[in-house]
């Protein structure tokens, strides 16, 4: 499977924003992408007035995914992209989109709010309290996880119980001491301890680092951007991914599961 990770820098102004999404995905296709993973707040980012994002959410039938999965149209490529929906009481979800062929393949709502290091995104968001996601993508089982996500290895384990060959991982990765050493860190780890492909996409601009990466099964860095706009590139290869679990057969090894119940909001928010 041919994977792309895609960053730019996202503004206040959605249509803007799609402009540069369509923009990737063309370039994705022409590359003959199977697979090509956008950032977290691919819709819009307000980042000195955060809570405005509830302005501008939309609807999975709205004309952010409408426009993206048209796009899609005729073509091979997956796009799992990052906006923000309505949350029917003054909130958001914070949720990833997968299109293909013109439309709405699955998507899922953000678990893990980014509430460290002097951020409360629970002030603005409503966490997503279903199931890990897996979808199929060009014959391959793809997890789906946000940004914050990755600090939490039980939720990468549950996408590897599900069956999961490759982690989609779109960000918007703030910067501050040490966070780039952080992304690297637990990108890798995730794809290594679960012996599968990470496509992480970071979204670049005057907050965020960018440093989007594709990550081996046996946590090679395969390709990575900096700081600027662009695409990454990868190939996800079957036999490797076998050969890696048969080396690594830490998935048959392991003595403990993990609980898939999720603790009710009321106990952290």
């Known amino acids: 499977m041919?994977?792309?990770?895609?960053?730019?820098?996202?503004?206040?102004?959605?249509?803007?924003?799609?402009?540069?999404?369509?923009?990737?995905?063309?370039?994705?296709?022409?590359?003959?992408?199977d697979l090509l993973v956008l950032p977290e707040d691919s819709l819009a980012l307000f980042i000195d007035e955060p809570a405005r994002i509830a302005e501008?959410?939309?609807?999975?039938?709205?004309p952010f995914v409408t426009a993206l999965a048209?796009?899609?149209?005729?073509?091979s490529?997956?796009?799992?992209?990052?906006?923000?929906?309505?949350?029917?009481?003054?909130?958001v979800f914070n949720t990833l989109v997968a299109v293909r062929d013109?439309?709405?393949?699955t998507s899922y709502r953000k678990i893990h709010l980014y509430d460290a290091f002097g951020s409360r995104e629970s002030d603005r968001v409503r966490p997503g309290d279903g199931e890990p996601v897996v979808f199929d993508c060009a014959g391959w089982a793809v997890g789906l996880m946000t940004c914050y996500d990755?600090?939490?290895?039980?939720?990468?384990?549950?996408?590897?119980?599900?069956g999961a060959e490759v982690i989609?991982?779109?960000?918007?990765?703030?910067?501050?001491?040490a966070?780039?050493?952080?992304?690297?860190?637990?990108?890798?780890?995730?794809?290594?301890?679960?012996?599968?492909?990470?496509?992480?996409s970071g979204e670049c601009g005057r907050r965020n680092i960018g440093a989007s990466m594709i990550v081996d099964p046996l946590g090679t860095v395969r390709a990575r951007l900096a700081d600027a706009p662009g695409l990454a590139w990868a190939t996800a290869d079957r036999e490797e991914l076998g050969e890696a679990r048969r080396r690594l057969p830490v998935l048959a090894n392991r003595r403990f599961a993990v609980d898939p119940a999720i603790r009710p909001l009321e106990e952290w928010c």
């Open 168 to 177: 989609a991982l779109p960000a918007a990765w703030v910067r501050g001491p």
């Open 150 to 162: 990755v600090r939490f290895p039980e939720i990468a384990r549950l996408l590897a119980d599900r």
């Open 70 to 75: 048209e796009r899609t149209a005729g073509t």
């Open 56 to 62: 501008v959410a939309q609807p999975l039938d709205g």
């Open 179 to 200: 966070k780039e050493r952080h992304w690297e860190v637990m990108t890798v780890a995730r794809a290594l301890e679960n012996t599968c492909y990470v496509a992480a």
């Open 102 to 105: 013109g439309a709405l393949v």
């Open 2 to 33: 041919r994977i792309a990770v895609g960053q730019f820098a996202a503004t206040e102004d959605w249509p803007a924003n799609l402009k540069s999404c369509l923009a990737l995905v063309d370039q994705a296709v022409a590359g003959g992408a």
């Open 77 to 91: 490529v997956t796009v799992v992209a990052g906006l923000h929906e309505p949350a029917g009481d003054g909130k």
